[in-house]
């Protein structure tokens, strides 16, 4: 599943070096108090440069090699490669990877790659109760904990107070509500939408939020694949009016022409779903809604079914099975992932919401403080970060371009998401056999 987040990553560069030089500055000289030593060969995106070279810097014991590497969908291609030639010559492995993809350690943790160690044995139990049950699902192949999140990736449903109160509108609490309103947003006020299904991950943002079963694992290698059940079929009827209507286009948040239409000093974005990432580097930064008018408020539920959501990212830490140094290993993601060094003092070195629940909740006490918002994100965030279906089942064919080619172009042109469906199941399932998974309905 390609999640392609490069622009996540350059967003976010420039500010995140800054703080870990800052950072480093205020801890320089300041030892290690773990006791790892040794050599360590990290591999990482160029957000988490800063936080692999800050242990470095406050490790000075673990002599640490730092390469950076296109962590996105592309990156994947290229790890496969470097795994199965290190695999050949029987050396070259680094000790510790950091992809951007969710979906990589599913493929590092089998044959023909075999590369992730089970952390289940080696990290501490008492720090990985620190991780909600749904990443732990995500992160866990054949019963093996094959790496651990650095971040979660949950769906909320984000506010705009400022337009909401302006036009008398109720926050809605379920899909229902949500539709009805947006049918109402399409007469009384045109041009103004509650959400978008433009972007490669719309499957994510929607189907999965309905337990839709069109990428759950069922068994050894074989993958559950029904893009005509309920859970998909009613979604999809659901969204079909709002689609057609233009309150739902079609398009996608990262386009120039988005910004233009529904963003700005003028915006009129009324309510969107989407992952805890979007709170200040979409609006803020790429679509530049003004200050103080979003907030976040708790995924849409379906009617009174027990509320799930979605996920669009996760970037996972993995630790190689080929380390000759587990110490230090296990060290680094530890600090990376738990150290209120990361995670709190620098927020930018966290670009994130952490996956780490007493990391998230100092996190997220400064998200509230952000004078961005117009309300607290925090309760919302964090009900959503134990809401996440785990039906939906990380695999190791992507999924995002057959949504793309199958659904959104067509989309654009005209025809129903409820028609597209069928077509978008089948190249689900070529895709899935093609990887040598066996494919079932039911």
Known sequence: MKINRRWLALATLVVATAAAAALVAATTGRASSTGASGSLTVWVDAVRLPVAKLYA?????????????????????????????????????????FSEQANDPVWMGQKPFDFAMNLKTVFPANLRKGWPAPSLAQCTVNGRLVCLQDNLAQEVLYVNKKLMTQFGYTVPTTWQQWASLGQKVATEHPGYIIGNIGDSY??????????????????????????GDVHCTRMASLLDPLIKSGVVPPESVFTADFAKKWGGDTDKILLMPGPVWYAKDIFGGTLKVPAGEL????????????????????GPWIVSKHTKNVAAAIDFVKYATTSPAVKSKVNALSPGYPSYAPMAAKWLTALDKDPYFAAPESPAMKAAANAIWKGWSMVTYPDQPVWS??????????????????????????????????????
């Open 57 to 97: 810097k406050t490790h000075p014991k673990v002599h640490v090699h730092i390469v950076t590497f296109d962590g996105d969908g592309n990156g994947a291609t290229t790890m496969q490669t470097k795994i199965q030639l290190w695999n050949r010559t029987g050396h070259g492995w680094p000790d510790v990877i």
């Open 202 to 227: 719309g499957a994510w943002l929607y189907l999965w939020a309905d337990k839709c079963p069109i990428s759950q694992v069922v068994g050894p290698k074989t993958v559950k694949i029904n893009a």
């Open 295 to 314: 907030t976040a408020a708790l995924p849409l539920r379906w009617n009174n079914e027990p509320l799930v959501t979605g996920q669009v990212g996760g």
């Open 405 to 442: 080619n199958t659904v959104v172009t067509q989309l654009v042109a005209g025809k129903s998401l409820s028609s597209l469906l069928p077509d978008f199941g089948k190249g689900l399932a070529q895709n899935a056999q093609a990887a040598g998974y066996k494919v079932v309905s039911k």
